[in-house]
């Protein structure tokens, strides 16, 4: 166990622990690998900041996250999914007021891209 997310570098092992799972994943993998196409340090570098910012409260990230995926083909079970990894990888590397916030923050993030994936898809069918 590696304490609390409190570091750079221990969001640097969440974030990479998280896609080695995600990599390896029946539902997840070939979604992002379709995207990534091998080149997975662009897509890491920009989860590092986003996390960071988040979590450390070191404003490196920039951006919107949401517009990326809304044209992916996933649905509510690749966030079911992507939350039980990411909930998996912080619970058995981490403890602490940070790895609950990490996993509350995802949890949210998931609602909310799911809801808004749901309203662009209904609205682009009328």
């Not at 996250?65 to 649905?75: E, R, S, T, V, Y």
């Amino acid at each position: 166990m590696q304490g609390d997310i409190d570091t750079f570098e221990k969001v640097q092992l969440m974030v990479d622990s998280f896609y080695e799972k995600v990599r390896s994943d029946d539902l997840l993998g070939p979604v992002f690998e379709n995207v990534v196409r091998g080149n997975w340090q662009p897509h890491l570098e920009k989860m590092y900041c986003f996390w960071q910012t988040i979590l450390l409260f070191e404003h490196t990230y920039s951006g919107s996250p949401f517009p990326p995926h809304a044209k992916l083909p996933i649905d509510k079970s690749h966030f079911k999914r992507w939350l039980v990894l990411f909930r998996a990888t912080v619970s058995e590397n981490f403890e602490g007021e940070k790895a609950t916030e990490a996993m509350w923050r995802a949890e949210k993030m998931g609602e909310m891209f799911s809801y808004k994936l749901d309203y662009l898809r209904s609205a682009s069918s009328k």
